[in-house]
């Protein structure tokens, strides 16, 4: 049995365990709930209420012996993605754990070909960006698959995808979208996961970058590294020339006249 194997059955018999009179779904949802909100209560203050309301009602549905099964499930894929961070862990654990067949009948696209497209479809001049990063930004998430190989395609490069790679991240599914935000956040990816229907209400950003998310903020989950000295600092620097170019548009001018008049 290889090391991967070994996480991968140890999830797997850990999750089987919990199931008991509850449906793989309930499990695989309360699993991926209860870790996304312990990584967002780490940064997200304004969130944090809220969401740690959703947690309690999670976890007082488990004794405290299942608590602890559910913590080596966590344990199982952070040693799973340390290990190996270019695969797609949590979404190779979805189809294992036979989800696909229940709720909306999701298929994740295989991380192989994930990976291929990465690599195809990379570009030096990306991560050339005169921001001294570049934004990346998935859809249609699902658990994070083209996102991942990306930010692997960039360490092959010798490129620090931690502080050059803004990710921005959205998803129709609450749960799908939490379970991409939970790879990324521990795959040190810097950025956001915004859950919603794409078409009908995108993410969007009071900047050009993406640094400053707009809409409401209980669809948004930032990972624990957007929150890194370098990228608070690349926020502050964009919310001033944000309200400077406000301030210079609403400016009253000679004559009546405004900017670009």
Known sequence: MTPADKHTKAFTAAFDSLRGMRSRWEVWQDFIQIVAIEISSVTDKVNAPERAKIYQGIVTKYSKKER?????????????????????????????????????????????????????????????????????NEPSCGAGANLIAFANACKRRGICYHDRVLFIAQDLDYIVGLTCYIQLSLLGCAGYVVIGDTLAAPALSRDEQGLLPAGPQNRIWYTPLFSSDVWIARRKIAEVKEAEKLLWETKPWPNGCKTGS
């Open 68 to 136: 602890e099964t559910i913590a080596r499930m966590l344990a199982a894929v952070i040693a799973g993605v340390d290990e190996n961070p270019d695969q797609d862990f949590l979404g190779m654990q979805y189809m294992l754990c036979e989800l696909s067949s229940g709720h909306t009948g999701q298929f994740f696209t295989p991380y192989n070909i994930s990976h291929m497209l990465a690599e195809l479809s990379f570009d030096e001049k990306m991560t050339e960006e005169k921001y001294g990063f570049t934004t990346i």
